[in-house]
């Protein structure tokens, strides 16, 4: 009895940690979000591991329910065999499905705010790989795509700003990132034309980020103006424009 509970702590204290690792990314853990639909998209790959985990255990222990009641009892054996049945679903369905970056081809696949998280990831996966000074860029880059994202939603996929975005953020950044990472490690910080290929890809990154700043400023100058127009309304009625403006006096 003595050792059955010694393996059942053991197998307990097994699967809390791989529970725990998988919660906080893994043992090779993710490198930091650089957005929130990056973020979400790996909560959501999360939660339904968790799932997965959750029906998977229940399935063994409800099997392992109605087995003692057939044959009265599982016994010792049994008991281990559960245990140890849960741990193997635990370690497997909190392992798998890895949650893989977009490739490349995919990127601009389905709506263009779908595009825009899914560059996202790409663009986590590609950090490592670029300069300091780049990295800084797409690190700040992750805030303007949430921003950008956020102004598509329902917007037209045909619209003349969905398909300038399809262009920018769906296939010239990941195409220019992708000549970059072709040219060798060592002539990367060699001049050519006047500035050096890290050079020219931390310029290239900055007018990107700066054109999708732009864009999310004219997609939301609909909403700034509306907002205005109501500002204004309230202000005439019941703010300083209500106070100077004629009242008709009471008769008695």
């Not at 890895?98 to 696949?109: C, E, H, L, Q, V």
């Not at 994202?149 to 920018?168: C, F, I, M, T, Y």
Request: aromatic share 4%.
């Amino acid at each position: 009895m003595n050792d059955l509970t010694r393996d059942s702590d053991r197998i307990l204290s097994e699967s809390k940690a791989l529970v725990r690792d998988n919660r906080e990314g893994g043992r090779h853990r993710r490198a930091p979000s650089i957005g929130q639909g990056s973020a979400k998209a790996k909560r959501d790959h999360l939660l339904k591991k968790v799932r997965n985990v959750v029906i998977a255990v229940f399935a063994i222990w409800l099997a392992s329910g109605v087995a003692g009641a057939i044959f009265s009892g599982i016994g010792f054996w049994g008991v281990m065999g559960v245990l140890v049945a849960s741990i193997i679903a635990i370690a497997v369905f909190s392992s798998y499905p890895k949650m893989g970056t977009p490739k490349r081809a995919d990127i601009n696949k389905g709506n263009v705010q779908q595009m825009v998280g899914r560059t996202e990831l790409w663009l986590e996966a590609q950090r490592p790989a670029l300069p300091a000074p780049a990295a800084r860029i797409i690190d700040d880059m992750g805030v303007q795509l949430d921003a950008l994202g956020l102004q598509l939603e329902g917007l037209d996929q045909n619209h003349p700003k969905a398909r300038e975005v399809r262009s920018l953020v769906g296939e010239q950044l990941p195409e220019m990132i992708d000549s970059y990472r072709r040219i060798p490690a060592h002539l990367r910080k060699e001049q050519r034309a006047g500035s050096t290929p890290d050079e020219q890809l931390t310029d290239s990154l900055g007018k990107i980020s700066g054109e999708i700043d732009s864009i999310t400023r004219q997609l939301a100058e609909g909403s700034l103006d509306d907002l205005a127009i109501k500002h204004r309304y309230l202000d005439y009625k019941f703010g300083e424009g209500a106070q100077t403006s004629p009242q008709l006096e009471n008769k008695s």
